[in-house]
């Protein structure tokens, strides 16, 4: 049996991993590298592995870096049957159409300026729209947590609540081969345990090899009170000085539990009432939409809250915004206005234009609240970068930057550790999610096997 890396090897974007066994070929996720646009050629390259000859995939959730090349795989040739939850399936079925949508877009808009320039190039989108519809056609059966599906002769695969984003599983992978039992657990992204949405990470007793992301190996977040307490103060202060929030947010998880502590400080008197907020995003509308169809991925309180009409995502300002047209009117709002739109790590989407009407000007704020991968506009506002380009214009950065880090979806240092630790017998420990030097420091945690951090393409015999 041999396992091989594709994606997010010394890297946090881009998950995919191979494993091969008795003639079959199984696919752990097949994501898309986010961050700088050289990235643009990699994920055109190779995938490392021929995609027809990949006979199931196995989908961990339905983020991007996680699910965003299956199109491409199937437009190369991938034929197979992909498995994940029903919950997964719905959401990535919002961020395959959504991605193609954006390529399609930036696509016509480069070939607009390479006409300006007398160039006669048209970049083409890695895939369109029609490519990711076809797609959705290969998912085929759903994964119930804790249930095994026979994946094919010999291999089954069961999925344990990973607690991350709706739907998300950590994938138990048991191989039969050569009279013996190979058990390789996929962690895909592990929760923040003590969200108010999502149950805590679950992991089998034990495994033979572990996968596992890294994302926050080598620092800890702040505690969920303390980050509640810094999005109230935040809002308030720039209220106070006449301005409006920015919030990059996540369309999968991170926006709903915005939402939700909105909702629940209005409740409590601590935002007023009076507050507007826009959440500007279709995929973000439609997934919320998404959560209330899945009380089997959420906690039992927060179900019951479903269950007794007391919408949690509910605030009396809220404005879902689909259409451009009213994405547009919003920049009319100078001030008391939140404003959360994608993508999280600014790299597209509706909230660059609002960082251009609002991260120049002192009285406002951006407040970061998830992952910025390197290379990224988010990554270069935090870092405290003076100018940002959009739009082919600097803008300059003035605004009021604030990253709360205790409502990131992915566990800290802490939680991974205690993930890690809590699975028996494992022999060899595989860190992938990571930047080199956070699996550096992670591993030195990792007492209990051997430790190998994959290069890309790397392949490995169990």
């Known amino acids: 049996m041999k396992l091989s890396f594709h994606g997010a090897d010394h890297d946090v974007t881009g998950s995919c991993h191979l494993v091969e066994t008795g003639g079959h070929r199984i696919l752990i996720d097949c994501g898309l590298f986010q961050g700088g646009r050289e990235l643009n050629e990699e994920n055109a390259g190779p995938f490392g592995f021929d995609a027809a000859a990949i006979d199931h995939l196995l989908l961990t959730h339905a983020h991007l870096d996680h699910c965003g090349r299956i199109p491409l795989l199937a437009k190369r040739g991938f034929k197979g049957e992909i498995v994940t939850t029903t919950a997964?399936?719905?959401?990535?079925?919002?961020?395959?159409?959504?991605?193609?949508?954006?390529?399609?877009?930036?696509?016509?808009?480069?070939?607009?300026?390479h006409a300006r320039r007398g160039?006669?190039?048209?970049?083409?989108?890695?895939y369109t729209t029609l490519d990711a519809m076809e797609s959705l056609s290969q998912f085929g059966r759903s994964a119930e947590y804790g249930k095994p599906l026979e994946i094919s002769s010999g291999v089954r695969a069961t999925w344990f609540d990973a607690g991350h984003i709706l739907?998300?599983?950590s994938i138990l992978l048991e191989v039969n081969e050569a009279a013996a039992t190979k058990r390789i657990l996929f962690s895909g992204d592990i929760g923040n345990a003590g969200g108010p949405l999502l149950r805590a990470p679950v992991t089998p007793a034990s495994a033979d090899a572990v996968v596992m992301e890294t994302t926050y190996g080598d620092r800890l977040h702040k505690p969920h009170d303390a980050s509640i307490e810094e999005l109230y103060s935040a809002i308030l202060d720039t209220f106070a000085r006449g301005g409006n929030v920015v919030i990059p947010t996540f369309a999968l998880e991170r926006a709903q539990e915005i939402l939700f502590f909105l909702n629940r400080g209005v409740a409590a008197n601590r935002l007023p009432p009076s507050m507007q907020v826009y959440l500007d995003s279709p995929m973000a509308i439609s997934a919320t939409d998404i959560f209330a169809r899945h009380p089997e991925c959420l906690k039992p309180e927060a179900t019951a809250l479903f269950h007794d009409g007391r919408d949690p995502f509910h605030v009396p300002g809220l404005h879902?915004?689909?259409?451009?047209?009213?994405?547009?009117?919003?920049?009319?709002?100078?001030?008391?206005?939140?404003?959360?739109?994608?993508?999280?790590?600014?790299?597209?989407?509706?909230v660059r234009h609002h960082l251009k009407h609002n991260l120049w000007r002192p009285e406002c704020c951006v407040l970061f609240v998830g992952y910025a991968a390197q290379g990224t506009p988010a990554r270069h506002i935090i870092g405290g970068a003076k100018s940002v380009r959009l739009f082919g214009a600097d803008i300059a950065v003035k605004a009021r930057i604030h990253t709360i880090g205790g409502f990131s979806a992915h566990a800290d240092q802490q939680g991974l550790l205690a993930w890690r630790n809590a699975i028996a017998g494992v022999e060899t420990t595989f860190l992938v999610h990571g930047e080199q030097a956070v699996m550096q420091t992670f591993a030195k945690l990792v007492t209990a096997s051997r430790v190998e951090m994959p290069a890309p393409n790397a392949e490995y015999v169990l």
């Open 119 to 126: 160039g006669d190039r048209r970049p083409a989108p890695l």
């Open 167 to 169: 739907g998300s599983a």
């Open 320 to 350: 879902f915004t689909r259409e451009t047209a009213d994405s547009i009117a919003i920049n009319k709002m100078r001030s008391g206005a939140v404003i959360m739109a994608g993508s999280g790590m600014c790299t597209g989407g509706r």
């Open 88 to 113: 997964s399936r719905e959401l990535a079925r919002l961020v395959m159409l959504d991605s193609a949508h954006l390529q399609e877009e930036d696509s016509r808009l480069q070939a607009t300026r």
